[in-house]
């Protein structure tokens, strides 16, 4: 088994860092952890630091007034869209269903609805009127 080259740093730089395929650089493992170590530790104040100035942003009166004004008109904006999708869509559908409907349901209603009503309701209404 042959032993792997361990890259030292190189006389002078202080750095562990050494060239590799010409332009990555390789670092020991050690060194890796370090960094993501580093990273996420030092993430958290960072992240903390974000909310705490945003949260004191809203906080200010102004800031907040102006804040709600953007949302309703943005609110606004976003309802009438909609509304406008909405009935566009529906003017669609409409545009589809209504000659279905009228090609397979109207005729199955005037061959069967229509009769039984004339044969059994009419003269119910008719009997009801006359008493009255």
Do not use: C, F, H
Not at 8 to 23: D, E, I
Not at 87 to 95: G, I, N, Y
Not at 103 to 123: A, D, I
Request: hydrophobic share 35%; aromatic share 2%; charged share 40%.
């Amino acid at each position: 088994m042959a032993n792997k080259p361990v890259n030292k740093p190189a006389s002078g730089t202080g750095s562990t860092q050494s060239p590799r395929n010409g332009s990555a650089v390789e670092r020991r493992p050690s060194e890796q952890l370090l960094q993501v170590v580093d990273r996420a530790v030092g993430a958290v104040p960072v992240v903390a630091d974000a909310v705490r100035n945003a949260v004191e942003e809203w906080r200010k009166p102004e800031r907040l007034n102006a804040e709600l004004e953007r949302a309703e008109a943005r609110g606004a904006d976003v309802r009438r869209q909609v509304t406008d999708q909405a009935v566009e869509r529906a003017r669609k559908a409409r545009e589809r269903v209504e000659p279905v409907y009228k090609q397979r349901v109207e005729p199955v209603v005037r061959e069967r609805v229509e009769p039984v009503y004339r044969e059994r309701l009419e003269p119910a209404v008719r009997k009801v009127r006359e008493r009255i």
